[in-house]
């Protein structure tokens, strides 16, 4: 059975969106050492209910939901729905609306938990948690309900990304896909590098969300990924999907030489 199943809602496909659901990823970085997990991508399954239905047979624990303000918010609604209407796995919201927003979040019935910031650390210790029946007041970066009422606890502070196990690749069913062919032929995967932007636009989530900071995997740490993803993946070319990739125009040299040098 999987103890913990995490899902990305369908939200707003763009054309050619193949990307790896990274942030899902990076969610189960240490509970998947743990505890059974189960990632669902709605955007590679065409029969996303009963995937979920079947999962949900096998009384999973609790149901993660990574959120983004928008259509993607339809997808999640109906998505919780299904759970509740057909298990008795609590269901968590995580992302970027459900971190901006984590009381009225909670006030939709459908959404017991708010994982509110990164994850990493917060979803291990709040799967510890439901799944010892222990008391939630405790975790940092976590928002629940008791008796109806909302509950906040203090928020996390930043993850050091360099101390962070690699990415799990290993988790998802079929990477492949994930990995889209450009017109001369060349596979491509996409990966982060970096988090969060030190630029204060009003616009923009990640002035909120990372509280304007930015945050670096070392310039070696990124080759050894680079170099990891080309050999066991075969593919040519990296998409880089960091919120601002050339903060540290330094860094940035380091890895195109170290591209070069290797």
Not at 85 to 97: C, D, P, Q
Request: proline residues 5%; contains cysteine; positive net charge.
């Amino acid at each position: 059975m999987a103890d913990i199943v995490l899902i990305n809602p369908h939200g707003t496909k763009f054309v050619g969106d193949y990307t790896l659901p990274l942030g899902l990823m990076q969610s189960a970085v240490y509970i998947k050492n743990k505890y059974d997990v189960k990632i669902l991508d709605l955007r590679v399954k065409k029969d996303w209910k009963a995937a979920l239905l079947s999962e949900l047979k096998k009384e999973p624990y609790f149901v993660g939901i990574s959120t983004i303000t928008g259509p993607n918010l339809r997808s999640s609604l109906e998505i919780s729905k299904v759970v509740k209407e057909n298990s008795k796995a609590l269901v968590v919201w995580g992302g970027i609306h459900a971190t901006l927003l984590p009381g009225d979040t909670l006030k939709n019935p459908l959404v017991d938990i708010v994982v509110k910031g990164e994850g990493e650390v917060t979803f291990m210790e709040l799967a510890d948690a439901i799944i010892n029946k222990k008391p939630l007041n405790g975790i940092l970066g976590v928002w629940y309900k008791e008796d109806g009422a909302i509950k906040s606890n203090p928020d996390r502070p930043p993850i050091d990304l360099n101390k962070l196990p690699p990415v799990p690749y290993e988790i998802l069913d079929d990477i492949e896909k994930y990995i889209w062919i450009r017109e001369d032929g060349v596979r491509v995967i996409n990966y982060m590098s970096s988090r969060g932007c030190p630029q204060l636009c009003t616009f923009c989530y990640i002035a909120s969300f990372y509280k304007s900071r930015w945050k670096q995997l070392a310039s070696k740490r990124v080759l050894d990924d680079f170099e990891y993803l080309i050999d066991r993946f075969k593919v040519g070319h990296i998409y880089i999907n960091d919120d601002n990739f050339f903060v540290n125009l330094i860094r940035v040299k380091e890895i195109a030489q170290g591209i070069l040098n290797r």
